[in-house]
């Protein structure tokens, strides 16, 4: 049956898939990374936008390289448990941290009116 | 007043006899009658009764003693209650004290005490928990025998293992030829109080009224001496139900000035001299403070000294903006400590190590092996082998066995005799330094909570700063604790008010947020301030009728829902088993998610009475919303924002 469906059509279903699921770049498909990010539990301690709080970093953006975020995430050496090869691979973690560098660093507090009056009236 | 009352109550007891023996035999009289002219209409009624026939005048009258009382036993509960204060008393109603009830609402007015209708005994208890740590004084709680305290028993260890104290009093029914069949022998014991006696610092069940007053006096003396806990007092049935004696009164005792247990003076000077000899010393309070007074003498402290002071949260032990504030750097501060002084810690032993939790569980220290550790608590006087509160043993080189802040002016005093103009000048540069690092840090904190600032669900961050923004100009209180909202609101909010925040759950019971946040905001309702309770949604699915509650006794509070749609932290927990067994780590909601349907907050507070809106979801709706449910409040009535929010 593979024999009926033309090489052309197979590159460009590959290319519509791509465009559906998420840009593919050499750092990783983003649109994937953040299906994983949520479907993994990740943002159960760094949030669902990687800004972090009580029970885990502000991952988002991301200040390690791809290889050292992998390498944190396999063997994390603090709270947090790990992620071995055999429930996500590299290439599922690249995606990950892809994501994670799409989310934009904050506006600075100072632009943010209700973050600059901490004092009673 | 008692005596005065029993006095007044026998003689109008012998008179009420008299009128009731002549109605009795008038009834007698009646009973004779043939059933046709009983039955006879009303209007005609009274010309066919017969006279009173010879017999009747000499008969003898039935007992009418026994079917009334002018004066339970219960009424003199009610002064007991009374002569110690008490404002209010929570209950789920129970046949076991029914008698003590009544006499609440009839004979006591139903006022100081007012009853309080809860609908569960865990929230009368944790009611009781959340007022006591506002108001620095408990409320009474009534549970119903077996059942009512099985229900209250988490909440009760909520509240010993916070050190609150809550007076407890359960109905019961000793003698088993007095108790009706069926349910009442399920509902009583022949030792009620096993059922939490770990988890309660004294309980007594008395065998006279007289004995009850005692025991209710050394009970509340007892629940309000430091370490305080629960008290539990048995209120027999028998002891409620029947005649007071008109012939002995019992008598009331007196409630004594309580003074708590102070540092013993030498300790107390080495401790002073070691703090002014130390290059780096911090100050770590948990449950520090008990009062306002407490947290101002804290203050006095640390200013003399110009040390940093890391604050646990078990209580509101120091202004949060306060350029001494440190909590944010806790851990580098141990580690580069010379000298920690632990005030009223929790857990010492954790505040000086870290410990991780992984499959090969690890600890490791974080204070340096030379530095010098103080400890001033109350734990050890009196502490209990079973429930494993005191956490583990930490090695200090000085235990204070007292109470801190009744050992903190001694301590201010040795410091101040021990200061030179040399070390002045030391502290003032140290202080300085420090003043400069706090500044930096709540500019951190706010570059921190930009993060996310537009996300939905909204950020914990976020909702704080929303809230803030209303909070602000009003004379608020925080009646929830925050460890699950990231610390946001101690981390950017000025507070400087000791009735400001709550503080800590204790045992970590979950259930104990809805109902405390309400009993601290009864507190707060005679002095007009605006209670604000952030709720855990998963907390609050234990008992929402507390709600109700609020409603029905029109106590102003403000609840804004952390609705992550899951029992988070265990969902957290079991991420951690799933990827440690390297297996479905896509499935940890199994079991945590309160998802599939969705929870309706809003609906179920107005199905209870609570005006209430959401789910919102848009960060742009907060404000709007928080403004809405405050004009609510301020009219002094419960209100309830539903926000759909970040995990942390």
Not at chain 2, 1 to 22: C, E, I
Not at chain 2, 232 to 250: F, K, R, T, Y
Not at chain 2, 440 to 454: C, E, I, P, T
Request: with cysteine.
């Amino acid at each position: 049956m593979k024999n009926l469906i033309p090489k052309g059509f197979a590159v460009l279903t590959l290319l519509a898939a791509s465009l559906l699921h998420g840009q593919r770049n050499d750092s990783g498909n983003t649109g994937n990374g953040k299906r994983l990010f949520v479907q993994n539990g990740c943002y159960e301690c760094h949030g669902y936008v990687g800004q972090g709080g009580a029970a885990g970093a502000r991952i988002a953006p991301s200040s390690m390289v791809a290889e050292g975020f992998i390498r944190y995430v396999r063997r994390p050496f603090g709270q947090m448990p790990p992620y071995t090869e055999k429930v996500m691979s590299d290439s599922e973690l690249t995606d990950v941290w892809a994501y994670l560098n799409t989310l934009p660093a904050a506006k600075p507090a100072a632009e943010i009116p209700l973050l600059n009056d901490s004092h009673s009236k | 007043m008692g005596a005065n009352t029993v006095k007044k109550t026998s003689k109008s007891q012998v008179d009420r006899r008299g009128f009731l023996k002549t109605a009795a035999a008038g009834v007698v009289a009646t009973i004779g009658t043939t059933p046709s002219s009983a039955q006879a209409p009303q209007s005609t009624a009274a010309a066919s009764l017969p006279p009173m026939s010879k017999a009747a005048e000499t008969q003898a009258p039935p007992p009418v003693d026994a079917i009334t009382s002018d004066r339970p036993g219960s009424d003199f509960m009610v002064d007991i209650l009374k002569s110690l204060g008490v404002d209010y008393v929570c209950a789920n109603p129970g046949s076991t004290f029914r008698a003590l009830h009544e006499s609440l609402i009839n004979y006591g007015g139903n006022k100081n005490p007012e009853l309080i209708t809860c609908c569960h005994e865990e929230s009368s208890v944790a009611m009781a928990h959340g007022y006591a740590k506002v108001e620095g004084k408990p409320l009474a709680t009534l549970l119903h025998g077996t059942v009512g305290i099985q229900h209250a028993s988490m909440a009760i260890y909520n509240a010993y293992c916070d050190r609150v104290p809550v007076f407890l009093i359960a109905g019961n029914l000793l003698d088993a030829t007095m108790r009706r069949p069926g349910v009442e022998w399920l509902h009583t014991a022949q030792d009620l109080a096993t059922i939490v006696r770990d988890s309660i610092k004294w309980d007594d069940t008395p065998a006279s009224l007289e004995h009850f007053g005692e025991s209710a006096v050394r009970g509340y003396k007892i629940a309000m001496t430091p370490p305080m806990m629960p008290v539990l007092l048995i209120a027999d049935g028998s002891l409620q139900e029947n005649s007071v004696d008109p012939n002995h009164a019992p008598h009331i005792p007196r409630l004594p000035v309580i003074a708590p247990p102070q540092g013993e003076s030498g300790a107390i000077t080495e401790t002073a001299r070691l703090l002014v000899a130390a290059q780096n010393p911090v100050l770590i309070a948990d449950r520090a403070a008990r009062t306002a007074h407490g947290m101002a003498l804290l203050v006095e402290l640390a200013e003399l000294l110009q040390a940093p002071v890391i604050d646990q949260w078990g209580r509101l032990n120091f202004p949060t903006l306060h350029p001494l504030n440190h909590t944010d750097r806790a851990m580098p501060l141990v580690a580069n400590a010379d000298l920690i002084l632990g005030l009223e810690l929790t857990d010492f032993w954790g505040t000086i190590n870290s410990f991780r939790d992984q499959l090969q569980r690890s600890s490791s220290p974080i204070a340096k092996s030379d530095a010098k550790l103080i400890s001033i608590s109350a734990g050890d006087l009196y502490a209990k082998g079973n429930f494993q509160d005191l956490q583990r043993f930490p090695e200090v080189d000085l235990a204070i066995e007292a109470d801190a802040e009744a050992s903190l002016p001694s301590l201010i005093e040795a410091v101040k005799l021990l200061l030179t103009a040399d070390r002045k000048r030391t502290f003032a540069d140290r202080g300085a330094k420090l003043a400069d690092t706090r500044r930096s840090m709540l500019d951190a904190a706010r570059a921190q909570a930009a993060y996310g600032w537009d996300a939905s669900p909204i950020s914990t961050a976020r909702v704080t700063a929303e809230l803030w923004e209303q909070l602000k100009g009003e004379d608020w209180a925080l009646v929830s604790e925050t460890a699950f909202f990231s610390n946001w609101p101690l981390r950017l909010w000025d507070v400087n008010k000791y009735y400001q925040y709550i503080g800590g759950q204790g045992g970590y019971g979950v259930g104990y947020g809805a109902p405390a946040a309400i009993g601290a905001a009864l507190a707060h309702r005679k002095h007009g301030r605006i209670p604000v309770n952030i709720q855990n949604d998963g907390d609050l699915m234990y008992a929402p009728g507390v709600l109700w509650t609020a409603a029905h006794h029109r106590i102003p509070i403000l609840n804004v829902m952390h609705n992550n749609r899951a029992y988070h932290q265990e969902k957290m927990h079991i991420q951690r088993m799933a990827n440690r067994h390297q297996r479905g780590i896509t499935r940890a909601s199994i079991g945590t998610s309160l998802e599939d349907p969705n929870i309706d907050y809003a609906k179920i507070a107005a199905g209870m009475g609570v005006y209430a809106e959401g789910p919102i979801s848009n960060p742009a709706d907060l404000g709007p919303a928080i403004r809405r449910a405050l004009d609510v409040v301020r009219r002094g009535e419960p209100a309830l924002i539903d926000v759909l929010t970040q995990p942390r």
